[in-house]
Each structure stands twice: as C-alpha cells, then as structure tokens.
C-alpha cells in the first residue's frame, strides 16, 4: 500500500528562521516526489516536483531534497515570511496515483 | 488566463441527499482529477477524465460518479450522501492524460451534509 508520512505536524517559527520539514514515502512503482503549498480554505499549490535521478530542487527560498535509497524527502524553507503560513503536502507519484501526506502545518510569527 | 474554476464555493446538503460540483480546467488543459480532503486530511484522489472517459479511480464507492464534457470541463456526483462526505472537494487539472505532469488545483468546493 502506498503511504505517505510528514513530520512534524504542526510548528511555529518567527519571521526571518528557517525551517524544515521531512516525508518519508513508500510509493511504488516511483515515478516523482511533489511538495505542495495549500493556504487555508484555498487549493493545493505546486512548489517543486523531483524524479529519482534529482536530489535537490529549489524554488525561491524553497529548497526540497530527495533520497530515492532511504525513500526520504524534505522541505526547507528559508528566511521565512508571515505568508509562508500553510500547510505543506508531500506527495508521492506512480504512473497513475498520487499519495498525499496529511501534510504540515507551518505558522509563522513576527 | 483563468485558473482552474470550481463551484459552487461552499453547499449544505443533508443525508441521503444528491450533490453536483462543477470544474473548469484551467485554459490548454484536458485532463481533470478530483479529490476530497477532509480536515486536517491530505487530498484523496477520487478519479480522473480525460476524453471524456474515466480513466483512472481511487477507492470511493459507487455513489461518487462523474461526467467529463467536450469543452473539457467536469461535473463530482454523490448519491445518497453520507455523514462522513463532508469535505473540501478540489478538482485539478493538467495537460494529458496520467499523473506525470503539474496539477493546477482549483479553490475547492466545501460540501457539509447534516
């Protein structure tokens, strides 16, 4: 069965620290690796998507890593802003199905 | 260039009751998917159109059914509602058939059944 675990759920971090987040997957075949950005009540926004040949793709002061071995991804942020407040998604892909993660809750505070 | 568009924005229904959502794919986009995310829940994927057909499905029973159009758009179907499908219902779109590409989520639709 295909599963996707976040940690931690929930953290608060002042404005200007940096943070990160980690998923650990079990999805198989293995096509890629998402990381989603969802604001309250708003849909599910795209920040990075890396294949089992990419370790490392930034987006901005985003920056996801991915260990295809240990079946491992992670979320940094960096410099964080008071709207990087949501809830972030890892998301592990086959040819044919997404598995969401519960996600992470991220606030920051000034 | 519009987004992906959804509604209505938010529903009451009650138990036993028919609900029908709507989905516009973003522009150049042929391929729609629909998830439910309760809360505090990531997305489960429900099922995904292209051409018209389903073509993929996740593990929702029956009563959730739905319909691609040929301006590409979609209609979400629950019969007979349940309690437990009180949700944010999002529909997503991409470019072709399959999960390889971006998905653009659209704002959702929140369904609460009493």
């Known amino acids: 069965k295909n599963q996707v675990e976040q940690s931690p759920q929930s953290l608060i971090i002042l404005e200007g620290k940096n943070c990160t987040l980690q998923c650990n997957y079990t999805v198989s075949p293995f096509s890629n690796l998402r990381w989603y950005k969802q604001d309250t009540g708003r849909g599910p926004v795209s920040l990075t998507i890396m294949t089992f040949s990419e370790n490392t793709k930034s987006n901005g002061r985003y920056t996801a890593t991915l260990d295809a071995d240990t079946k491992q991804s992670s979320l940094h942020i960096t410099a964080s802003q008071l709207s990087d407040s949501a809830s972030y998604i890892c998301?592990?892909?086959?040819?044919?199905?997404?598995?969401f993660g519960a996600g992470t809750t991220v606030t920051v505070r000034a | 260039d519009a987004g992906v568009t959804q509604s209505p924005t938010h529903l009451i229904k009650t138990r036993g009751q028919q609900v029908t959502l709507r989905c516009s794919p973003k522009?150049?986009?042929?391929?729609v998917s629909w998830y439910q995310q309760a809360l505090g829940q990531g997305p489960q994927f429900i099922f995904q159109?292209?051409?018209?057909?389903?073509?993929q499905r996740g593990n929702f029973p029956d009563r959730f059914s739905g319909h691609q159009f040929p301006n590409y758009s979609s209609e979400l179907n629950v019969n007979a509602l349940l309690l437990g499908d009180s949700a944010l219902y999002l529909c997503a779109s991409s470019n072709r058939w399959g999960l390889q590409e971006t998905q653009y989520f659209g704002p959702g639709t929140r369904l609460l059944v009493l």
């Open positions: 998301v592990g892909s086959n040819d044919y199905k997404l598995s």
């Open positions: 159109y292209y051409e018209e057909e389903e073509r």
């Open positions: 522009s150049g986009h042929d391929t």
